[in-house]
Nanobody
């Protein structure tokens, strides 16, 4: 079983919503931190949102704060990224990631290399 499998991407108009899902194996979902990153061709991968699965605390990049919500469903071994009021600049490949060990969420979100497990990505395209 792949450690992380994303789904839910698609093409939408600006202002619309999408919900991304990340299905995790039982082993991977037990990792303390899970996060969503995004990447466009030619640019570095950037952190979008992170959740501490033990206490449920969350942290967001300023670019999505107030529009995106990261959440988890422990019964389904799944995390979600609800994306509202989408903008063309949100267009990217979105990746789910998991990390073992501690850390400060704001710092972890800026360090993709701190995450051990990655999904294959799901494309989000927002047109104006």
């Amino acid at each position: 079983q792949e450690p992380l499998v994303e789904s839910g991407g698609g093409s939408v108009q600006a202002g619309e919503s999408l919900r991304l899902s990340c299905a995790a194996s039982s082993y991977t979902i037990s990792r303390a931190y899970m996060a969503w990153f995004r990447q466009v061709p030619g640019k570095e991968r950037e952190g979008v949102a992170i959740i501490n699965r033990v206490v449920g605390a969350t942290y967001y990049d300023d670019s999505v704060k107030g529009r995106f919500t990261i959440s988890q469903d422990n019964a389904e071994n799944t995390i979600y990224l609800q994306m509202n009021r989408l903008k063309p600049e949100d267009t990217a490949m979105y990746y789910c990631a998991a990390r073992t060990g501690g850390g400060i969420m704001a710092h972890l979100l800026s360090q993709p290399t701190a995450f051990t497990y990655w999904g294959q990505g799901t494309q989000v395209t927002v047109s104006s």
